[in-house]
């Protein structure tokens, strides 16, 4: 399994260096399926061709977007892409929060990849999108994750250490990837929330480095959380948006 953490859509030479960087890992590990997320900050209007057309061009088998910033109104067939399953997972901000304007996840899986929906171990504050995804005769439980600081960390922790928990019953192979605002070299992580869940579970992120550069210096502030560590073949960190 490989993972691409990050991908830039700001202009036509970001685009074409992340093509290049992502057709690189396919061709090195063609056997290996492949999972991406991205904070895209708003899915619509052009962000949505740049994706559409990585995806085209350099498939990934499995890839997260939060922030998508999108409501009920856009209806599923304007993110339809060839080559991949139809319809797309959506989990759209309740427009009844008081936060409603922004969040929101997108999952694309690509076609032949088998894989369920796991409706019942999402959270219910916490943006989460939970799946069974089936490798090499394995299944895995994969969530997608976003906490945005309007979300309490307790709250958020207290959610995924019960969907978690209920994941290890049933699962070997469990993995959380996604943006969870906690700056992992920058000791943002008050309280211990995330190392606890981590000890918790026997959870190892294997991000070391830095995956947004919107202030000063970077930051570290997706993870991809894994008890195997050994199964992941390599993560690619292509400039966050």
Not at 69 to 91: C, E, N, S
Request: overall charge negative; aromatic content about 12%; some cysteine.
């Amino acid at each position: 399994m490989i993972s691409c953490e990050a991908i830039n859509l700001t202009n036509e030479t970001n685009e074409t260096n992340d093509l290049t960087e992502l057709k690189s890992l396919r061709e090195k590990y063609i056997q290996n399926p492949q999972i991406g997320y991205l904070n895209i900050n708003s899915l619509r209007g052009d962000k949505f061709l740049y994706l559409r057309d990585i995806l085209l061009n350099a498939p990934i088998d499995i890839f997260c977007v939060d922030e998508t910033k999108l409501t009920y109104d856009f209806t599923d067939a304007l993110f339809q892409i060839d080559g991949y399953q139809f319809p797309p997972l959506r989990r759209d901000r309740d427009t009844n929060n008081s936060h409603s304007y922004g969040g929101g996840k997108i999952v694309f899986v690509k076609d032949g990849i088998i894989n369920k929906r796991l409706i019942d171990y999402e959270t219910p504050t916490a943006e989460t999108i939970c799946l069974e995804f089936t490798v090499s005769n394995r299944k895995w439980f994969i969530m997608f994750a976003y906490r945005p600081e309007s979300i309490d960390r307790k709250i958020f922790f207290d959610e995924l250490t019960v969907s978690l928990n209920k994941a290890f019953m049933n699962y070997d192979y469990v993995t959380v990837i996604g943006d969870l605002n906690i700056d992992n070299d920058g000791h943002t992580d008050r309280h211990g929330f995330l190392s606890d869940m981590c000890d918790i579970f026997n959870l190892e992120n294997i991000i070391s480095e830095k995956t947004c550069f919107k202030k000063t210096g970077g930051s570290s502030i997706d993870v991809f959380l894994t008890n195997h560590k050994h199964v992941s073949r390599e993560l690619e960190l292509l400039k966050r948006v």
